[in-house]
């Protein structure tokens, strides 16, 4: 229990040790890919490459890329897992499956071993985040076809005492965290934001009242932007660790550490390539750019240059937790992203913001909207009930700070009652876009 790794050996490999592993895991699985799956075949001779090409990991670039419309469009040639896969229905024991909220759902299978290694991956950035055998965790994710569902096993795996909740009306969670007082839960940041209020609408205060010590957020950015992190952490006295997953390829594949300096991924399963998303050109390290996912042991389907649509930055340094695994730092996602003055604008860069003002709740939205064939965006945001802060002062100086963060003024700030925003149970809406489409 004392020690500091789940797996010393790969956590603290050598860069060189490690792009060794790589290269030949992907030697593997691109030939895998070309000789079993119709897809890869079509698509490697289309592109003129064979997996001979790839003599090292910078020749990855020559391959071509594979994005969520592939994804969705081979699934329907060949139902229901698609001819992506290297093997058929018979080796797979589960499926995923996407929320769907950029098109039709689709379906990510597991062969005995895609799962086991998946799970023991878990473990590992549960034990990163601190877990121990002595935990009882709560896990308040949707077990409903969702990657993010079985999760729970790597924590039952490490030793830790599980509650399969899931997704449940806060009231009845909160019942639950008080009946078993749980040190430790994986929620969205939105939800554990909503919980801590209505906890204390109720009368609970979550800080005091509960044992919750620990909070495991994921699939929106805020667990990384630092004020959010703050909020949430002084709300529940507990500390925030920021999880990454995609379902195309994992449940979770990246985490944060105790440092809180970018979240490890885990290489030894994933190549990360991280290029502008315009050109398809790799990026340096510390600029942002869209993070494309190859797997190195995909059993069923392999994921070949997978555009995942998120905006990263990342950085290979040795973290001060001492684990040499690539760090991303996520920005947000290129669906999100809007262009207003000549500028890239995410919703978190937004968030940086709002969520330093001691008037303003925290919670906000983004309007996105047209002016003579200009893009401008105004933001919605609440001010915390019987704040005396004058309201004229305020919206100049949230106008100004949202200016220095991105370089470009809104049109307008929006104030609004505390309660007015919808909260979320599941991924939060930041962004409206209610510009006319042809």
């Known amino acids: ?34 000789t079993k799956s119709p897809y890869y075949k ?7 490459v064979k997996p001979e090409d790839l003599q090292s990991l910078e020749d990855l670039i020559k ?31 589960f499926i ?46 949707n077990f409903s076809l969702f990657v993010g569902g079985p999760d729970v096993i790597g924590a039952q795996n490490l030793g830790a005492l599980c509650i399969w909740a899931g997704t ?13 007082q749980p040190t430790v839960i994986w929620t969205t940041p939105s939800y554990a934001w909503y919980l801590g209020e209505t906890a204390k609408q109720k009368g609970i205060n979550p800080a005091t009242d509960l044992a919750i010590n620990k909070i495991i957020v994921a699939g929106e950015p805020g667990g990384s932007i630092p004020a959010t992190r703050e909020a949430i952490e002084d709300l529940w006295d507990a ?26 991924m885990a290489e030894d399963h994933i190549l990360v390539e991280v290029v502008d998303e315009k050109t398809g050109l790799p990026v340096k390290e510390g600029e942002r750019g869209e993070m494309l996912l190859t797997t190195l042991r995909k059993e069923v389907r392999p994921m070949i240059r997978f555009r995942t649509g998120d905006i990263v930055t990342y950085t290979d ?14 920005v947000g996602r290129i669906d999100d992203m809007f262009i207003a003055g000549g500028v890239n604008v995410f919703p978190s860069d937004i968030e940086h913001v709002t969520r330093k003002f001691e008037s303003l709740t925290g919670e906000y939205r983004v309007n996105v909207i047209e002016e003579q064939h200009i893009t401008k965006f105004t933001v919605e945001v609440e001010k915390r009930l019987n704040d005396e802060t004058d309201t004229k002062e305020l919206k100049e100086k949230v106008a100004y700070e949202i200016k220095m963060q991105l370089g470009v003024k809104p049109k307008e700030i929006i104030i609004l009652e505390e309660g007015t925003l919808p909260r979320a149970t599941h991924k939060a809406k930041r962004l409206q876009d209610l510009r ?3």
């Open 436 to 438: 006319q489409k042809a």
């Open 1 to 34: 229990m004392s020690r500091a790794y789940w797996n010393e050996e790969i956590e603290t490999i050598s860069r060189e040790a490690l792009e060794v592993y790589q290269l030949k895991q992907l030697k593997e699985q691109l030939t895998e890919s070309y």
């Open 42 to 48: 079509q698509s490697f001779d289309k592109a003129n």
């Open 96 to 141: 995923s499956s996407s929320s769907g909220s950029t098109g039709v759902p689709t379906a990510s299978p597991f062969s005995k071993r895609d799962f086991d290694e998946f799970q023991d991956v878990e473990s590992r950035l549960f034990w990163q985040a601190g877990m121990r055998p002595t935990d009882r965790y709560i896990h308040a994710l």
């Open 317 to 330: 340094e040795k973290c001060s937790c001492g684990r040499t695994l690539k760090r991303i730092k996520m």
């Open 239 to 264: 500390e925030v660790f920021d999880f990454y997953g995609i379902s195309d390829i994992f449940g979770a594949c990246a985490a944060a550490c105790e440092a809180h300096d970018g979240l490890h």
């Open 63 to 93: 391959f071509p890329i594979l994005t969520k419309h592939d994804v969705r469009e081979r699934q329907d040639v060949a139902p229901i897992i698609g001819d992506l896969c290297v093997k058929g229905e018979e080796a797979v024991v």
């Open 168 to 180: 449940l009306p806060a009231d009845r969670l909160l019942f639950i965290i008080q009946q078993y």
